[in-house]
C-alpha cells in the first residue's frame, strides 16, 4: 500500500450518498417505530396482563390445594436493596419448603410496543423491514468509504461515527435474529443512529483521504474494530439500563396506587415493557459479555502504542480515560453480583460507566489535545 495513493473521488461521493440514503430510512423507520408504539393496545394490555397473573394465582393455590400443601408468604431483601415479597408452598408432611415464585406474583413481561394491537404490529414489521434496509445502504457506505482512499474506513471521528451508528444497528438486528423479543429497542436504536449519523456528517465530516504513517498498521483493523463493537453493545445495555430503572419506578409508583407513570407518562407504555428484572438481567448480560472485548480493546491499545510511539503506555488522555472506563465497568460487573448492590445501585453505576465511554470518545476527541489528536476529528 502506498501512503501517496490517489482518492477515488467516486467512490467517496458514493459513500457520502449511501450515508445520507441510509439515514433516511432509518428516519422513516423511526417513524414506523413510533407508530408502533402510539397505536399499541393499551387498554388491552393492562386487562392481560391482570388475566395472566389472575391465572397465574389461580393455578398455584389449585396445585397446592391438590397436594394439601399451604402457602407461606416470606418478605426478602430485594434486589434494589428494599424488599419484595416471595410465595412459597410448605409441602404438608414432608417438612419441605419449595418457591414457587421468585419473581413476585404480579412481575410480567409485557407483550412488546405492539401491545395486541395488529395493526400496531404490523407498523413493527415494517419498521424492523427498513431498518435491514437502511442497514444495508449502511453497510454500502461504510464500505465504498474504505475503498476509496483503500485503508480501514474508521480512521478519524466521521468514519468511526459511521462505525459505531452500524455496529448499534446489527447489535439491534441480531438480538431479533436471535429470536429475542426486542423490537422494543428498535425506536431508541434507530433514534441514536440518526442523531449519530445526523452529528458525523453536520459536525465530524472530514474528506476521504490517506491517514498519517502511524496508522497505517493492521491494528488499525484490530483495536479500532473492536472498540467499535463495544461502543454498540455499550449503548444497548445503556438504554435497557434506562429501561429497567422506568420500570422499576413504573412498579413502585404502581404499588403505591399511583395512575401515572415516571414524569407523567402513560402507564401503557411501561406495561408493554419487559419486567424489570428481565431488562436488569439484559443489561448484565450485555455488558458481562462485552467487558472482555473491551480489556482486549485496551490490551491491543498498548501494544499498537509500542510499535508506533516506543512505550506501552504513557498516560495519554484517550488511554486514561479507556482506563477509566474499564474501571467503571468492572465496578458495576463486580457490584451486580454483590449483595446489597444489585438493582437500582448497580445501573446508576453502569450508566455512570456509559457517560465516561462517551465522554472519552466526544470529549476527548474533541476538547482535549494528545497523541490521538492526529487522526483528525
Known amino acids: 500500500m ?18 445520507y440514503s441510509a439515514m433516511a430510512v432509518y428516519l422513516i423507520a423511526m417513524f414506523a417505530y413510533m407508530f408502533e408504539w402510539t397505536f399499541g393496545s393499551k387498554g388491552a394490555v393492562a386487562v392481560r396482563s391482570t388475566e395472566q397473573a389472575g391465572l397465574a394465582g389461580t393455578l398455584a393455590e389449585a396445585e397446592a390445594k391438590a397436594k394439601g400443601a399451604k402457602k407461606v408468604t416470606v418478605t426478602v431483601a430485594s434486589a434494589s436493596g428494599g424488599t419484595t415479597t416471595l410465595t412459597r408452598t410448605a409441602l404438608a408432611g414432608e417438612g419441605a419448603t419449595v418457591v414457587t415464585s421468585g419473581r413476585g406474583e404480579d412481575e410480567v413481561d409485557g407483550p412488546g410496543a405492539a401491545g395486541t394491537s395488529e395493526k400496531a404490529d404490523l407498523s413493527g414489521r415494517i419498521a424492523v423491514s427498513l431498518t435491514v434496509l437502511a442497514a444495508l445502504l449502511h453497510v454500502g457506505g461504510v464500505i465504498t468509504r474504505g475503498l476509496s482512499v483503500s485503508r480501514w474506513p474508521w480512521g478519524n471521528m466521521y468514519e468511526f461515527s459511521c462505525a459505531f451508528a452500524l455496529a448499534m444497528t446489527v447489535a439491534f438486528l441480531g438480538l431479533l435474529a436471535a429470536k429475542k423479543p426486542v423490537r422494543w429497542l428498535g425506536l431508541p436504536v ?16 472530514t474528506e476521504s483521504e490517506q491517514l498519517v504513517p502511524a496508522l497505517h498498521s493492521y491494528w488499525l483493523a484490530i483495536h479500532v474494530s473492536t472498540a467499535i463493537v463495544c461502543g454498540g453493545a ?59 472485548l473491551w ?26 480515560w479507556s482506563f477509566i472506563t474499564w474501571v467503571a465497568y468492572a465496578c458495576y460487573l463486580h457490584a451486580r453480583a454483590t449483595a446489597g448492590w444489585k438493582g437500582r445501585k448497580a445501573a446508576y453505576l ?28
Open 350 to 377: 453502569a450508566l455512570a460507566a456509559f457517560a465516561c465511554w462517551l465522554f472519552n470518545y466526544y470529549g476527548v476527541n474533541i476538547f482535549v489535545t494528545g497523541k490521538h489528536s492526529y487522526a483528525g476529528i
Open 2 to 19: 502506498h501512503l501517496a495513493s490517489s482518492v477515488d473521488p467516486q467512490l467517496a461521493d458514493l459513500s457520502n450518498k449511501l450515508i
Open 234 to 292: 455499550f449503548y444497548a445495555a445503556f438504554i435497557t439500563t434506562l429501561l429497567y430503572l422506568g420500570k422499576d419506578s413504573f412498579d413502585k409508583r404502581m404499588a403505591a396506587g399511583l395512575a401515572k407513570g415516571p414524569l407523567g407518562t402513560s402507564p401503557s407504555i411501561w406495561r408493554r415493557l419487559p419486567a424489570a428484572s428481565t431488562l436488569d438481567k439484559l443489561s448484565y448480560r450485555i455488558n458481562a459479555l462485552v467487558f472482555p
Open 190 to 205: 434507530t433514534l441514536a443512529v440518526v442523531l449519530t449519523l445526523g452529528i458525523a456528517t453536520q459536525v465530524l465530516y
Open 295 to 320: 480489556t482486549f480493546t485496551i490490551i491491543a491499545g498498548a501494544i499498537w502504542a509500542e510499535a508506533a510511539w516506543g512505550k506501552y503506555w504513557e498516560w495519554d488522555p484517550k488511554e486514561t
